[in-house]
Structure formats: C-alpha cells, structure tokens
C-alpha cells in the first residue's frame, strides 16, 4: 500500500460547474476524513466517515458540498455550483481508529481553483 | 466546539536558533498529535502524545503534552532550513474524538 492517494491532483472549473474529487485511503483503515486549507492556514474540518457511515459533517459546510463513502473504502467530495470562495486545497486523511488515538495519514490534497 | 490555537503565526528566524511552538485549548483532548506541512503537500505526522506531562524526542525536535491535556508545546533546537514549514498541532477527543487542527504556525529558518 503506497499510502493515501487523491485526484486529480489540480481542478481548474468556472464558477457554476460540478466538480468531483477522489480519495482512496491506506487498505486497513476504517477512518477517513475531509478537510479544506487555505494558504498558511490549518486544516479545516468538513466531514469524516467510519467505514461508510458519515459520523460528522461541518455545520459551516454548505449543501453544496456532499461526501460519500459507498463500500468504506474510497471516498469522494462532490461540490455543486463552485463558488470562488470554494477555492482551496482539499485534504483527505484516513485512519484506523484504536481507543482514543488518531494519528492521520494524508493524501497530497487535491488544489480547486474557481475561476 | 474544540479550538486550538496556536502561536506564534508566524516565526522567520537563523539557522541555529531555538524556538519553540505553543498549542492551546480550553479543551481536554485524549491525544494531540503534531504534523509538518511543506508547500503543495500534505501534513506528516511527526508525534503523537497521549499522557499528561509526557515528553518525546525526535532528534532536535521535543515535544510536551501539558498536565491537563489541553496544551502542547514544540521545541527546536539548533533550527536548520530544512525545518522549513508549516507546523500543526491536531488533537482528537470527545464524544465522536474527530481530528481537529490547529491554526498553523508557518516557520522560516534562513541560513
């Protein structure tokens, strides 16, 4: 396993479209979250599946945004009708839950430009 | 709602100095966690702490989770330009212990 792996890497889409990012997290994980990160800012929470289940979605997070996680393996995050303020790198992470320790993994992020 | 902030936001300094990154929340965590970001990457896990008061080392890098859970502390010594970047602190607790961040402190060592 190569680890968490995103796509497309860059998103270039006019403001209006649809746009769809991939994650495919570490095999064995059963966590899996979605963060988005401004410049020289942290990440920041927008939701995070258990296996399929979506425990937690960002009450700051438009119904423009949707997150499934069909089989608990890959995810995707869907964006509907892109603002620019949507512009951003998007972040997935996945881990496997033991107690009450977290430690992530990231993918490279995916960088969505709106135009 | 768990924050935590962290500072300095920003810390330009020479090669060779120390300095050292504070992490903070009313917040009690169960584990916190810190990460180095480089541009157009994504964050790398460096530490996790999970005990009050525990101390880890990784090389010039020490890291200390406060008594009560709700700080943290990172020291570097003898910094190089190699340690370059972003520093995050993320902790994990409460009833769904989902992964938070925190604000970021971006740090440029000049040689």
């Known amino acids: 396993d190569t680890g968490v792996s995103q796509n497309p890497r860059h998103k270039i889409t006019k403001r209006g479209q649809n746009v769809t990012f991939r994650c495919d997290p570490i095999?064995?994980?059963?966590?899996l979250y979605w963060y988005r990160q401004t410049l020289g800012q942290g990440p920041e929470f927008l939701t995070y599946?258990?296996?399929?289940?979506?425990?937690?979605k960002s009450r700051l997070l438009s119904d423009r945004f949707s997150a499934e996680r069909p089989k608990g393996s890959f995810s995707t995050l869907e964006i509907q009708r892109t603002e620019q303020g949507d512009s951003a790198m998007y972040l997935c992470?996945?881990?496997?839950?033991?107690?009450?320790?977290?430690?992530?993994?990231f993918g490279q992020g995916t960088r969505l430009t709106v135009v | 709602t768990q924050l935590l902030e962290q500072s300095p936001q920003f810390l330009s300094i020479q090669e060779g100095e120390n300095l050292t990154v504070y992490c903070n929340s009313s917040?009690?965590?169960?584990?916190l966690q810190w990460y180095r970001q480089e541009p157009g990457e994504g964050p790398v896990l460096l530490v996790t702490?999970?005990?009050?008061?525990e101390v880890k080392k990784l090389k010039r890098l020490t890291f200390q989770f406060g008594d009560a859970r709700k700080d943290s502390s990172l020291h570097i010594t003898a910094a190089q330009p190699g340690d370059t970047g972003l520093y995050l602190c993320?902790?994990?607790?409460?009833?769904?212990?989902?992964?938070?961040f925190g604000t970021g402190t971006l740090l440029a060592v000049q040689p």
């Open positions: 992470a996945s881990s496997q839950q033991k107690g009450w320790n977290t430690e992530a993994f």
């Open positions: 095999s064995e994980h059963n966590r």
């Open positions: 599946f258990q296996n399929e289940a979506q425990l937690e």
């Open positions: 917040s009690v965590f169960s584990s």
């Open positions: 702490v999970v005990t009050g008061g």
């Open positions: 993320a902790g994990s607790g409460g009833a769904t212990n989902k992964l938070i």
